[in-house]
Each structure stands twice: as C-alpha cells, then as structure tokens.
C-alpha cells in the first residue's frame, strides 16, 4: 500500500511518518489488522508454529523502517546520531502496541494519539539545522 501512495518516493523523514500515520488511521477500520493481531496473540501465548511467520512479516516492517531512517540520514532531514535499527524497532513497537491496546480497549479514541505519536516522531528524529 505504501508504494502505491508513492511513500517510498517521499524524503525519508516524510516516507516514516506517512507509513506510520497509514498504519494508524488503518487501526481505526475493522478487519483485516484487527484480525491479524488476533492470530498474533494467540500465536505468541500458546508458542506455536505461526509465531515464525509473524516475525517474518514483523522483520519486513523493521526493514521498511529502517531504510526510511536511513534514506532521512543520507537526506540529512533525520539525526545522523540515531541508530537506524533501535528507531526502526521503536516505530514498529509503537504501532504494533497501538494494535494491542486497540484490541484491548476498542472504543479508544486513536486519532490524539496518532497525532501525538506523528509529533513526537517528528521532533525525536528530525535533524536540527
């Protein structure tokens, strides 16, 4: 979905915050996501065989952050002083435990904390100039 929105020709610092703002506003729909993060926790509290397969597709996540981080950091539009895997990491933890609360709590009002996590995001890892 995001390189049909054109996210991963976004400069860096763009690419991470729009990826993750999709990702938070596809929250608020019902289906598919709320779906997955169903089969991801039973698959991580009764330790079975699909544990393996979510963190693959969490692997991809990672990925995909981290080279937006470090596409910023070539950019010079996200501190050079960030360890790209740490932030990739913080992000993915982020909207995965935004996923976990909303299962949690489904009538949370997401749309303060996704514009919250955008501003925090922001000024966390934007470069100074």
Not at 26 to 46: C, H, I, N, P, R
Not at 63 to 84: F, H, M, N, S, W
Not at 94 to 117: E, W, Y
Request: glycine residues 6%; aromatic residues 6%.
């Amino acid at each position: 979905m995001a390189a049909e929105l054109g996210i991963d020709q976004m400069p860096g610092l763009d690419a991470l915050l729009a990826d993750t703002d999709l990702y938070l506003r596809s929250l608020s729909e019902k289906g598919e996501l709320k779906a997955y993060f169903m089969w991801l926790s039973a698959a991580v509290a009764d330790a079975n065989s699909l544990r393996a397969a979510f963190a693959a597709s969490h692997e991809q996540v990672r990925t995909r952050l981290r080279d937006y981080v470090q596409k910023g950091q070539a950019e010079g539009c996200i501190r050079p002083d960030l360890d790209t895997d740490a932030a990739a990491l913080m992000v993915g933890s982020l909207q995965l435990g935004l996923s976990m609360q909303l299962l949690v709590d489904p009538t949370m009002n997401l749309d303060p904390i996704r514009k919250t996590s955008l501003a925090t995001l922001r000024l966390s890892f934007e470069a100074r100039r």
